[in-house]
């Protein structure tokens, strides 16, 4: 019988964010900070240059966010939840767990690539993929999850492996992977990054067929 998943890791980080930030005035400096940062960079970010973006006065700006540095905050908490939606989207597309696990290290391979296109996402990579990697390790094992679950009760999770025990498993992989060069194989070739997914992580997670 699959284990009871624990109440701490079983939650959607998007929801407290989604209803309490990203509606009314905190939502719209958020988003008006997230856009001054992809014209402009993180380093010249200011609260005045968001309140410009936002239409807002400077005062109305620290009436919902104190300084700076929280403000930047929310803005990587923002970017940490539309990443477990991308997460989300790839996952559901997949029915075997294989899959799935294979699409969550695309997608996350993808998104920090990105980051060398873009000045905004390059300069929060530091921070949120330092910093904010144990917000980000709990964000994708609530995108797994739910998968994990299923796939323990259809037979294909490894006999014996607990749920949360696989759903962190899966989220360090995904998380590896995704923002760590390849010794092995070509970090920047999706087709060698799933070879080696399906070698490495793959036969770990899943019971033979």
């Known amino acids: 019988m699959p284990e009871p998943i624990p109440r701490e890791i079983w939650r959607d980080p998007r929801q407290k964010l989604e209803h309490h930030e990203l509606t ?14 992809m014209q402009h ?7 005045q240059g968001v309140a410009d973006v936002a239409q807002l006065s400077r005062a109305a700006v620290y009436l919902h966010y104190s300084d700076r540095d929280a403000l930047v905050e929310k803005v990587l908490e923002w970017s940490i939840i539309n990443y477990t939606a991308m997460l989300r989207t790839a996952i559901d597309e997949h029915k075997l767990l294989s899959e799935k696990v294979v699409a969550a290290v695309a997608v996350a391979r993808a998104a920090y690539d990105a980051g060398e296109e873009s000045a905004w996402l390059n300069d929060i ?3 949120l993929y330092s910093v904010e990697s144990d917000k980000i390790l709990v964000a994708i094992m609530n995108a797994v999850m739910p998968s994990v679950a299923a796939s323990a009760k259809s037979g294909e999770l490894r006999q014996g492996l607990p749920i949360a025990t696989a759903a962190e498993w899966i989220a360090r992989a995904v998380h590896s992977i995704g923002v760590s060069p390849g010794v092995t194989f070509a970090s920047k070739d999706p ?6 997914v399906r ?3 793959i036969p770990g997670l899943v019971n033979p067929e």
């Open 41 to 47: 960079g993180l380093r010249r970010l200011t609260m």
């Open 24 to 37: 009314g005035t905190k939502g719209l400096i958020v988003d008006a900070a997230r856009r001054f940062m």
């Open 191 to 196: 087709r060698d990054v799933e070879r080696f």
């Open 199 to 201: 070698l490495a992580v």
């Open 125 to 127: 990579r530091g921070p």
